[in-house]
T-cell receptor
Framework: QQQVKQSPQSLIVQKGGISIINCAYENTAFDYFPWYQQFPGKGPALLIAIRPDVSEKKEGRFTISFNKSAKQFSLHIMDSQPGDSATYFCAARDQTGANNLFFGTGTRLTVIP | GAVVSQHPSWVICKSGTSVKIECRSLDFQATTMFWYRQFPKQSLMLMAT?????????EQGVEKDKFLINHASLTLSTLTVTSAHPEDSSFYIC????????????FGEGSWLTVV
């Protein structure tokens, strides 16, 4: 059973546009929600993370929006650049439990010049 | 920042042989390490959770006798793929977390295994 559902599977955005990736979860014990960026042949790199006590977190061009009641969170990439082309994974973790991450299925983002 | 190193990055082995992949936390003590497997264009699949000094906890469907995990110290965990077969070819990624809640999980760069 997929603990974290992610959409879309792939996304093509024009340079300068906004990329939006959505995730949803069911387990209310999750209390840490990171986003990872992965380039081909590389391990995932932490991009930005949020805890459910805030509704939004912004770091540079990357923003996480979090809706606790809907159990949804999303990644917004502003002013998308070709260098942002990668696969993005949302994840969720129950820090009081096993502490492992449950990953979404990934979104392959392509930013075209 | 914290760095997790994996070695080797690439390995090719013959079918039937065993291969060991190392995962090291370079500047922090990792009480827990995780091993993932990733097929092309797919998400990361958790294989096992490894706690220092104790036996690894394997996810359902992962053969513990085939994928031997040893977390002998607070900075090193190893994954040994025993009697490797071509279907074991995959991208293996480890991650590590320090003690206490609220700590970030850092990932290694991954290890490509090709079994011929």
């Amino acid at each position: 059973q997929q603990q974290v559902k992610q959409s879309p599977q792939s996304l093509i955005v024009q340079k300068g546009g906004i990329s939006i990736i959505n995730c949803a979860y069911e387990n209310t014990a999750f209390d840490y929600f990171p986003w990872y960026q992965q380039f081909p042949g590389k391990g995932p790199a932490l991009l930005i993370a949020i805890r459910p006590d805030v509704s939004e977190k912004k770091e540079g061009r990357f923003t996480i929006s979090f809706n606790k009641s809907a159990k949804q969170f999303s990644l917004h990439i502003m002013d998308s650049q070709p260098g942002d082309s990668a696969t993005y994974f949302c994840a969720a973790r129950d820090q009081t439990g096993a502490n492992n991450l449950f990953f979404g299925t990934g979104t392959r983002l392509t930013v075209i010049p | 920042g914290a760095v997790v190193s994996q070695h080797p990055s690439w390995v090719i082995c013959k079918s039937g042989t065993s291969v060991k992949i190392e995962c090291r936390s370079l500047d922090f003590q990792a009480t827990t390490m995780f091993w993932y497997r990733q097929f092309p264009k797919q998400s990361l699949m958790l294989m096992a959770t490894s706690n220092e000094g104790s036996k690894a906890t394997y996810e359902q469907g992962v053969e513990k006798d085939k994928f031997l995990i040893n977390h002998a110290s607070l900075t090193l965990s190893t994954l040994t793929v025993t009697s490797a077969h071509p279907e074991d070819s995959s991208f293996y990624i480890c991650s590590a977390i320090g003690g206490g809640i609220g700590n970030t999980i850092y990932f290694g760069e991954g290890s490509w295994l090709t079994v011929v």
